[in-house]
């Protein structure tokens, strides 16, 4: 095939893309928008292979064959639960090949100086995203501590490393060589920059850095698109790098925090939120039942901690036997609960829930007053009325589900500690919030035979 | 290529994929985070060519990883996402039909 025609299905590709992206919008056609997408990645692939000067082939289908097994066995096998790491690896993976993708660039011997810039940025980009995203995985995975990590000189350190790393790539754009040392300093130093970027993000911000992750693995492929005169990496990569930006643009205004102030600063590393004292109401699973009972309209708002404890599907068995009781059943998701944009969203998912009793927090918070009885299943932050009422608290100004409006409220928590950031909440000691105390899986499960004796 | 050409065709991308991307329901934030994720995966394509084009070994090795990386990122991320996709249901659809 020519390359005008490997060109030619580059725009068949591009057009299905652009597609499947919008078709991914809308509950009803998302299946089909991505399977459109993906067939426009087939057709990419097997454009570029039709090429005849690849070659040779035993590297690229080994590679191909290795690559597919283990992404489709991970595909398949991994938890609703674990998600966000996954996510967070297939990002990683992405930035390490538009890394390398750059780096071998680097053998095309007539590039320019722009050439050169290029394939710095789909270095850098690239890196940072693989190492930032590998960080962000242990985090989540809590194979290290998902805490925020700030030191003292951390911006310093930061401002160090990004003077460095233009100083290396200036060097090397001036005398570009493929063994030139300004090569290695620019890749070491953009996967430290990586690790440094995701190091003072601690866990509850964690669903502003898997969208900037997803917006950077975008601009990797795009930079890297650039590096090898190809357009259709520049169309793609680009409108995933937007597709990033705006998850994260929403992540942020959720909690009403900047961009720069979630990247930069811990959190809850600055303020200390006004202690809270009072009286709990603890409250045991036959009277949980008796109130659910008569209530007329119920509304479930999980957090991470229903991911922990994986109560979804208890969730919905409870969810269902209300809703044949009588009862109006919603489950009210705010923006940022969980570790990734939507996560409560595909846990319920999972548990079978359908997506029409989902309702957003804008939608919920005008009624919230006329619901009786509120369930929350370890959420803490975004049901903390302190973020309305606290100045001197972290999260004051955060937009909340209002749940201490509701006639009724049930906590599910596991003991008294603190939430995630340490931040006190009132809400636990409101005249009407109930706790139930212990494994949310299980209080839940014993509420649920409750309703069936 | 020409890299203004270029510079523009980046342009009206990053446009075009705003205005597709802005008005996405929250339910689908996560569908669409790991679907877009899949599509950043078309840096495959340039690591075929990586791999392909280069006379030296190094830049073979590095594109032959490239490809693979960049399989785990496509396949993996098409797959989860259409696993997901799969769970969302509407009330009353349920084939099954029956609420236990």
């Given at each position: 095939?020519?390359?005008?025609?490997?060109?030619l299905?580059?725009?068949?590709?591009?057009?299905?893309?652009?597609?499947?992206?919008?078709?991914l919008?809308?509950?009803?056609?998302?299946?089909?928008?991505?399977?459109l997408?993906?067939?426009?990645?087939?057709?990419?692939?097997?454009?570029?292979?039709?090429?005849?000067?690849?070659?040779?082939?035993?590297?690229?289908?080994g590679a191909i064959?290795v690559?597919?097994l283990?992404?489709?066995?991970?595909?398949q096998?991994?938890?609703m639960?674990?998600?966000?790491?996954?996510v967070?690896?297939?990002?990683?993976?992405?930035?390490?090949?538009s890394?390398?993708?750059?780096?071998a660039?680097?053998?095309?011997?007539?590039?320019?100086?722009?050439?050169h810039?290029?394939?710095?940025?789909?270095?850098?980009?690239?890196?940072?995203?693989?190492?930032?995203?590998?960080?962000?995985?242990?985090?989540?995975?809590?194979?290290?501590?998902?805490a925020?990590?700030?030191?003292?000189?951390?911006?310093?350190?930061?401002?160090?490393?990004?003077?460095?790393?233009v100083?290396?790539s200036?060097?090397?754009?001036l005398?570009?060589?493929?063994d030139?040392?300004?090569?290695?300093?620019?890749?070491?130093?953009?996967?430290?920059?990586?690790?440094?970027?995701?190091?003072?993000?601690?866990?509850?911000?964690?669903?502003?850095?898997?969208?900037?992750?997803?917006?950077?693995?975008?601009?990797?492929?795009?930079?890297?698109?650039?590096?090898?005169?190809?357009n259709?990496?520049?169309?793609?990569?680009?409108?995933v790098?937007?597709?990033?930006?705006?998850?994260?643009?929403?992540?942020?205004?959720?909690?009403?925090?900047?961009?720069g102030?979630?990247l930069?600063?811990?959190?809850?590393?600055?303020?200390?939120?006004?202690?809270?004292?009072?009286e709990?109401k603890?409250?045991?699973?036959?009277?949980?039942?008796?109130?659910?009972?008569?209530?007329?309209?119920?509304?479930?708002?999980?957090?991470?901690?229903?991911?922990?404890?994986?109560?979804?599907?208890?969730?919905?068995?409870?969810?269902?036997?209300?809703?044949?009781?009588?009862?109006?059943?919603?489950?009210?998701?705010?923006?940022?609960?969980?570790?990734?944009?939507?996560?409560?969203?595909v846990?319920?998912?999972?548990?079978?829930?359908?997506?029409?009793?989902?309702?957003?927090?804008?939608?919920?918070?005008?009624?919230?007053d006329?619901?009786d009885?509120?369930?929350?299943?370890g959420a803490?932050?975004?049901?903390?009325?302190a973020?309305r009422?606290?100045e001197?608290?972290?999260?004051?100004?955060?937009?909340i589900?209002?749940?201490?409006?509701a006639?009724?409220v049930?906590?599910?928590?596991?003991?008294?500690?603190?939430g995630?950031?340490?931040?006190?909440?009132?809400?636990?000691?409101?005249?009407?919030?109930?706790?139930?105390f212990g494994?949310?899986?299980q209080?839940?499960?014993?509420?649920?035979?409750?309703?069936?004796? | 290529?020409?890299?203004?050409?270029?510079?523009?065709?980046?342009?009206?991308?990053?446009?075009l994929?705003?205005?597709?991307i802005?008005?996405?329901?929250?339910?689908?934030?996560?569908?669409?985070m790991?679907g877009a994720?899949?599509?950043?995966?078309?840096?495959?394509?340039?690591?075929?060519?990586?791999?392909g084009s280069?006379?030296?070994?190094?830049?073979?090795?590095?594109?032959?990883?490239?490809?693979?990386?960049?399989?785990?990122?496509?396949?993996?991320?098409?797959m989860?996402?259409?696993?997901?996709?799969?769970?969302?249901?509407?009330?009353?659809?349920?084939?099954?039909?029956?609420k236990?």
């Open positions: 095939m020519s390359l005008e025609i490997i060109n299905w580059y725009v068949v590709a591009a057009a299905l893309f652009i597609f499947g992206l919008k078709q919008g809308s509950p009803a056609t998302a299946v089909r928008g991505n399977k997408s993906s067939i426009a990645m087939l057709i990419a692939v097997v454009a570029t292979l039709f090429n005849k000067d690849i070659l040779p082939w035993e590297w690229i289908i064959l690559g597919s283990v992404g489709a066995v991970t595909a096998k991994v938890e639960t674990s998600m966000p790491e996954m967070a690896l297939f990002n990683g993976s992405g930035g390490i090949a890394l390398m993708v750059g780096w660039a680097l053998y095309n011997l007539d590039n320019t100086t722009f050439t810039i290029t394939i710095l940025l789909s270095i850098l980009i690239g890196g940072m995203t693989f190492s930032g995203s590998i960080l962000a995985w242990g985090k989540l995975s809590e194979v290290i501590n998902s925020a990590v700030v030191f003292g000189a951390q911006r310093f350190v930061n401002a160090m490393i990004l003077v460095a790393l100083v290396c200036v060097m090397f754009c005398e570009p060589a493929i030139s040392p300004y090569l290695y300093a620019v890749i070491t130093l953009a996967l430290v920059f990586g690790v440094m970027a995701v190091l003072p993000i601690g866990g509850a911000d964690m669903p502003v850095v898997i969208s900037l992750l997803n917006s950077y693995s975008g601009l990797a492929a795009c930079a890297a698109g650039f590096a090898i005169n190809n259709i990496l520049i169309v793609a990569g680009s409108m790098g937007a597709a990033g930006i705006i998850l994260t643009n929403i992540m942020c205004k959720a909690m009403n925090r900047s961009l102030h979630v930069f600063s811990g959190f809850g590393a600055v303020k200390e939120a006004t202690k809270v004292e009072g709990v603890p409250i045991n699973s036959e009277d949980a039942f008796l109130i659910l009972e008569a209530a007329q309209s119920v509304t479930f708002v999980p957090g991470y901690g229903m991911a922990v404890a994986q109560a979804q599907h208890v969730v919905r068995e409870l969810g269902e036997l209300l809703e044949k009781n009588g009862a109006e059943v919603t489950y009210a998701i705010h923006p940022v609960a969980g570790r990734m944009p939507g996560h409560m969203n846990l319920l998912a999972e548990a079978n829930v359908p997506y029409d009793q989902l309702v957003e927090m804008e939608d919920i918070n005008p009624r919230i006329k619901v009885v509120a369930v929350v299943i803490n932050d975004v049901v903390n009325p973020a009422n606290d001197n608290s972290p999260i004051y100004g955060m937009p589900i209002n749940v201490d409006y006639q009724t049930f906590v599910l928590k596991r003991s008294m500690a603190s995630f950031s340490g931040v006190d909440n009132p809400l636990f000691f409101g005249d009407n919030t109930r706790m139930l494994d949310a899986k209080s839940l499960a014993a509420v649920v035979a409750e309703f069936k004796t | 290529m020409d890299a203004v050409f270029l510079a523009l065709i980046l342009m009206l991308s990053i446009f994929g705003f205005e597709l802005s008005k996405v329901p929250a339910t689908l934030h996560t569908p669409l790991s994720n899949a599509i950043s995966g078309i840096t495959i394509v340039g690591a075929l060519i990586s791999a280069g006379t030296d070994l190094l830049a073979t090795i590095l594109g032959a990883a490239a490809v693979m990386f960049a399989t785990i990122n496509v396949v993996g991320g098409y989860v996402t259409n696993r997901m996709l799969s769970m969302f249901k509407k009330k009353d659809v349920d084939p099954s039909g029956g236990s």
